[in-house]
T-cell receptor, first 115, second 114 residues
């Protein structure tokens, strides 16, 4: 079974530029998550989708971050404009359904460097 | 709010040594507890989990017991191998207060030398 796919794997941009990340979850997984992992810290949830609806975006900096999951499959996360403190690894994860009993499977992540 | 605290790292051990990585948590509800592992260049993988007090999760020789009285979920392995070198994250999910969101600790880098 194919895992969670993410692209690009690495991205370097200058501050105030825009960037977008793409995630393709495991086939059949209804729930999709985006996490931000700053160097030396554990991942922090940015947004959670159930199918194509947002379940939790309480920790998403909405003035610059946006995400969508059209058709309830692939998802994109956008940052506009980027700041230096956005340098991090952005992880996408998916699970069959919501709830702590559903294992979350993580992709390899996109490492973003903002100069 | 919910939080997870892991022992400060990094940890360096010799092969076949005993491993303990401490993890304590704060939660307002009744959380499920997890250990995730991140091997170099790879994504996070679930190592083991426990969903209620006194449950013991185990996998690949690793064990952790959900201790509600001490709010702890320490990871142990009796004899580590070089291949266990990775970053280990303790995490919780508290459905009552935050749905299926995982709250992670800071991670502990483990290096096992031959």
């Amino acid at each position: 079974e194919a895992g969670v796919a993410q692209s690009p794997r690495y991205k370097i941009i200058e501050k105030r530029q825009s960037v977008a990340f793409w995630c393709n979850p495991i086939s059949g997984h209804a729930t999709l998550y985006w996490y931000q992992q700053i160097l030396g810290q554990g991942p922090k949830l940015l947004i959670q989708f159930q199918n194509n609806g947002v379940v939790d975006d309480s920790q998403l900096p909405k003035d610059r971050f946006s995400a969508e999951r059209l058709k309830g499959v692939d998802s994109t996360l956008k940052i506009q404009p980027a700041k230096l403190e956005d340098s991090a690894v952005y992880l996408c994860a998916s699970s069959l359904d919501v709830g702590p009993y559903n294992e979350q499977f993580f992709g390899p992540g996109t490492r973003l460097t903002v100069l | 709010g919910n939080s997870v605290t892991q022992m400060e790292g990094p940890v360096t051990l010799s092969e076949e040594a005993f491993l303990t990585i401490n993890c304590t948590y704060t939660a307002t509800g009744y959380p499920s507890l997890f250990w995730y592992v991140q091997y170099p260049g790879e994504g996070l993988q679930l190592l083991l989990k426990a969903t209620k007090a006194d449950d013991k999760g185990s996998n690949k020789g690793f064990e952790a017991t959900y201790r509600k009285e001490t709010t702890s979920f320490h990871l142990e392995k009796g004899s580590v191998q070089v291949s266990d070198s990775a970053v280990y994250f303790c995490a919780l999910s508290d459905r009552q207060t935050s749905g299926s969101r995982l709250t992670f600790g800071e991670g502990t880098q483990l290096t096992v030398n031959p």
